[in-house]
Nanobody, 114 residues
Framework: VQLQASGGGLVQPGGSLRLSCAASGTIFSINIMAWYRQAPGKQRELVAIISNLGSTDYVDSVKGRFTISRNNAKKMVYLQMNKLKPEDTAVYYC?????????WGQGTQVTVSS
């Protein structure tokens, strides 16, 4: 199983980015899909999570600004990030839980700066 994340980049404060993550390989079902991030010198933190039934949850700092979604047929998860702040700068990782195993993507850099 491989996860390929894309969509990161440099954006000004207040701007938007949309991250995508595609899962490939032998996957029969994906239970949980999530996005994590890790800023320099900080621990990796869970940003957003979505269940196979579409239930979502977010870390408090992104509520109202970020939206996680998934396309089960395409085995993809997305993170729409609006009203970005400098403190959102980090490497963003996608993560899935499938058949009792956890898989990670390679990370995509998001930099919010003027």
């Amino acid at each position: 199983v491989q996860l390929q994340a894309s969509g990161g980049g440099l954006v000004q404060p207040g701007g938007s980015l949309r991250l995508s993550c595609a899962a490939s390989g032998t996957i029969f079902s994906i239970n949980i899909m999530a996005w994590y991030r890790q800023a320099p010198g900080k621990q990796r933190e869970l940003v957003a999570i979505i269940s196979n039934l579409g239930s979502t949850d977010y870390v408090d700092s992104v509520k109202g600004r970020f939206t996680i979604s998934r396309n089960n047929a395409k085995k993809m998860v997305y993170l729409q990030m609006n009203k970005l702040k400098p403190e959102d700068t980090a490497v963003y990782y996608c993560n899935i839980l499938s058949q009792g195993k956890t898989f990670w993507g390679q990370g995509t850099q998001v930099t919010v700066s003027s």
